[in-house]
């Protein structure tokens, strides 16, 4: 177990390539928000939790050292992002981190108790700043996942518990209400009703 990559965002940032590294301040979440989120939604032992469009893993990675006995999930739509959380896992040995290869609208969102969110769809909307120009962006696109994955929340149960990070939050049902927020409201935490 490599304990020093847990230190900081910096020493975090060593697990991967030069190229990932300089993507980080944008588009990975900060390694303070995401052990806050990870403590939010692992509120029990064996629970599922879903980081809808992981990345490179950043969140999975350290939410699954510091809560063991939880499972941490994500799905990623771009495969050298995943190939990057899957070498990542395998350098710090965690066991209960897993990443799958694909669009999210493919994943059986059924299947995860909680779940976050890093305004994963933004990339349509914005064009400064896209991890790559290598797949097709548009605001139908951004309207399409915002509702797919609103009507996925909306299904889940009372008790689904939920991040945001940077949402504009048209993914959120009326049913979640906020129960913690950071002082500039970029992060939210949710529970179902
Ligand atoms: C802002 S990054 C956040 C990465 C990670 N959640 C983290 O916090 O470090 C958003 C990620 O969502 C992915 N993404 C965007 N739309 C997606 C979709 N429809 N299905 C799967 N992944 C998607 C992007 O490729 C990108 O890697």
């Known amino acids: 177990m490599h304990t020093t990559c847990f230190r900081n965002d910096a020493s975090f940032d060593w697990l991967y390539p030069e190229n990932i590294q300089k993507l980080s301040r944008r588009h990975w979440t900060p390694l303070s ?5 990870a403590r939010f939604l692992a509120n ?34 771009r495969r050298e992002l995943y190939d990057h959380a899957m070498a990542a896992k395998a350098f710090t040995g965690l066991e209960n981190a897993d990443f799958i290869h694909g669009n999210f609208t493919q994943a059986e969102l059924g299947e995860y108790d909680n779940f976050y969110f890093y305004n994963s769809f933004f990339e349509n909307l914005d064009e400064q700043g896209r991890i790559d120009n290598l797949l097709e962006y548009s605001v139908s696109l951004y309207i399409y996942y915002s509702r797919y994955l609103f009507r996925a929340l909306d299904a889940r149960p009372s008790g689904t518990r939920l991040v945001t990070f940077h949402s504009l ?6 049913d979640y209400q906020v129960v913690e927020a950071s002082p500039d409201l970029l992060l939210k935490m949710w529970i179902k009703r």
């Open 33 to 37: 928000i995401a052990k806050r989120s």
């Open 44 to 77: 029990g032992p064996g629970k599922k939790i879903l980081d809808i469009g992981s990345g490179v893993g950043k969140f999975c990675i350290i939410g699954a050292n510091f809560f063991p006995d939880n499972l941490f999930y994500g799905i990623e739509q």
């Open 169 to 174: 939050e048209e993914e959120v049902p009326p």
